[in-house]
């Protein structure tokens, strides 16, 4: 197994730490051949709160994901919620010397730019153009060799506090792995499951985690806004721990096997409400999930209308709506609760579906669900080989005019 052909991607989250090894057998496929798959530890929110703990549960993750492949992986890219990622859109215009853009003018205009994203403690983890404008004419994809007097950048750059960045990064090198870059996990959960015709008709991607909800945009000139909310799904398990004196882990398998915001009167008095049967937690432990689902609704449903109400405030005040659609994907652990997708198209009045992983990845049913899509889509984006910071020039080929030139384009394009 040749190592250039070999990728690696750590998913690091609230309540699981996710590592996937892959080979590229051929152009745009994947087959993942290692997966370490861990309970957190020492990860709230996102964030590394225990740097110890955090560094354990990654090495080990990672080590089983290398032994399950039977290679050793010298880098990683890493998807996080954690430190705030944000975006920030820099619009810029200059003038143009001459009568036609060249290169010098495109990296002038890029440069300039990028000197404007604001990374004050913070680090720069992803920029895009996401167009150009030459004269005022706005969706230039390459404004190489155009006629114009002004060009101008609508440029989109993804930044995360500085200290939780280190602090992750730091907990990866621990298990003397080098890390490529670090994403946002809901840009990389979008990666995995949208097709190009979601991209081109606009849509939004809800990547609901343990500790946060994250958000990302995406359209036809790529991610175009990304923001994490501190909400996520362990509050629910949090809520049926309180409400039912469980344990975490149980409550955890409670929500996972009978959870769900579906029901026709969510609100109102049900004969099997707990809180109206004598010994209802008794019964609960003796006979299974006989008295409880009634009122788990009304423990989950609330929560999660919280969750999709911020999702969608949050896509109202910014500009995300214009370029977003009204189509909404659901990832992540927590977007698998029964019902989630129709509570989330009342709440949201967007169309809503359950994401999967794509075509692309050969990869075990168990690990192709929504849950692990941010670690499928850092694959995606190693296999690109772009990296995340770097502005690219656009390339301008001129077409032949010779007779074979034109002849050797054709067969170029359609064989």
Not at 144 to 162: K, P, V
Request: proline share 6%; aromatic share 6%; net charge neutral.
């Amino acid at each position: 197994m040749a190592r250039e052909n070999i990728v690696a991607a750590l998913d690091v989250g609230s309540t699981k730490v996710c590592c996937f090894i892959a080979r590229i057998p051929e152009a745009g496929r994947f087959d993942v051949v290692g997966i370490g798959d861990r309970a957190s530890r020492g990860i709230l929110e996102g964030a590394v709160v225990d740097i110890h703990a955090a560094g354990k549960v990654i090495a080990t993750a990672i080590s089983h994901a290398e032994r399950m492949a039977g290679v050793e992986i010298q880098q990683i890219y890493v998807a996080t919620s954690g430190g705030r990622p944000a975006s920030q859109r820099i619009r810029l215009e200059l003038p143009v010397p001459g009568p036609r853009i060249g290169p010098a003018d495109i990296r002038g205009i890029q440069n300039a730019a990028y000197a404007r994203i604001d990374t004050t403690d913070r680090r720069l983890l992803l920029v895009r153009p996401l167009d150009y404008t030459v004269d005022g004419i706005d969706g230039i994809e390459n404004p190489l060799g155009m006629y114009g007097s002004r060009i101008g950048i609508d440029l989109h750059a993804i930044t995360a506090e500085a200290g939780p960045t280190a602090n992750l990064e730091a907990c990866v090198k621990a298990a003397h792995v080098e890390v490529a870059g670090i994403l946002p996990a809901p840009y990389a959960a979008g990666l995995a499951v949208l097709s190009e015709e979601d991209r081109e008709l606009g849509i939004a991607v809800a990547d609901m985690g343990g500790g946060t909800t994250g958000i990302a945009v995406f359209n036809a000139r790529g991610v175009t806004f990304v923001d994490v909310l501190k909400k996520g799904g362990a509050r629910l398990t949090e809520d049926i721990a309180y409400a039912f004196s469980l344990g975490f882990r149980e409550a955890e398998e409670i929500k996972v096997k009978e959870a769900s915001c579906l029901s026709g009167s969510l609100y109102e008095a049900d004969p099997l409400d707990p809180l109206q049967v004598p010994n209802a937690e008794e019964s609960f432990r003796k006979n299974g999930s006989h008295a409880v689902p009634p009122y788990l609704r009304q423990i989950v449903t609330p929560r999660t209308e919280q969750t999709f109400e911020r999702v969608r405030a949050r896509l109202d005040e910014a500009y995300a709506p214009m370029e977003a659609g009204r189509r909404i994907m659901l990832t992540g652990g927590a977007s698998q609760l029964v019902g989630a997708g129709r509570l989330g198209e009342l709440i949201l009045e967007r169309q809503v579906r359950a994401g999967t992983i794509g075509p692309a990845f050969r990869i075990a049913d168990s690990r192709a669900g929504p849950a692990y899509a941010a670690c499928a889509g850092l694959l995606l984006h190693a296999g690109a080989g772009n990296a995340a910071t770097t502005l690219s020039m656009p390339s301008l080929a001129p077409a032949p005019t010779h007779l074979f030139g034109r002849f050797g384009a054709w067969m170029r394009q359609h064989i």
